[in-house]
């Protein structure tokens, strides 16, 4: 227990620094302002996706569950979800990067347009 508790804490310290590093270095070399719109842009960008990894997690997982023990009807049933789940994070991606000003502007509001240039670029 003590091994695997060891191991998790580790990958989710390593997970946590990969996915704020750039946070910390943004807020320390440009300032609050520069990472403040950054936070909002990347939490736009990222909102949809998980919302939608989040649904198809939540039913997926039960179901391959039942079928673990069919190597060949499990592996089917991973890639055509998985196939399934990029055919809707590919085209809301795009659609975000196309309409970012339309998208800050009802979302956020005007005074977050900086943002847009931002949430282009994460796209």
Same mark, same amino acid.
């Given at each position: 227990?003590?091994?695997?508790?060891?191991?998790?804490?580790?990958?989710? =310290?390593?997970? =946590?620094? +990969?996915?704020?590093?750039?946070? @910390?270095?943004?807020?320390?070399?440009?300032?609050?302002?520069?990472?403040?719109?950054?936070?909002? +842009?990347? *939490?736009?960008?990222?909102?949809?996706? *998980?919302?939608?990894?989040? !649904?198809?997690?939540?039913?997926? =997982?039960?179901?391959?569950?039942?079928? *673990?023990?069919? #190597?060949?009807?499990? #592996?089917?049933?991973?890639?055509?979800?998985?196939?399934?789940?990029?055919?809707?994070? $590919?085209?809301?991606?795009?659609?975000?990067? @196309?309409?970012? &000003?339309? $998208? $800050?502007? %009802? %979302?956020?509001?005007?005074?977050?347009? &900086?943002? +847009? *240039?931002?949430?282009? !670029?994460?796209?």
């Amino acid at each position: 227990m003590l091994h695997f508790g060891g191991l998790t804490t580790c990958n989710c =310290f390593v997970v =946590f620094l +990969a996915w704020n590093s750039e946070k @910390l270095l943004l807020g320390r070399f440009w300032g609050p302002d520069a990472l403040g719109l950054y936070g909002r +842009a990347f *939490q736009l960008v990222t909102l949809p996706v *998980q919302q939608l990894n989040t !649904a198809v997690t939540g039913v997926a =997982f039960p179901v391959l569950s039942r079928i *673990q023990h069919d #190597a060949k009807r499990l #592996a089917r049933s991973f890639l055509s979800g998985c196939s399934l789940l990029i055919s809707r994070t $590919i085209p809301i991606t795009i659609a975000c990067a @196309l309409f970012a &000003e339309e $998208i $800050i502007r %009802v %979302v956020l509001g005007a005074k977050w347009m &900086e943002a +847009a *240039q931002v949430r282009r !670029a994460c796209s």
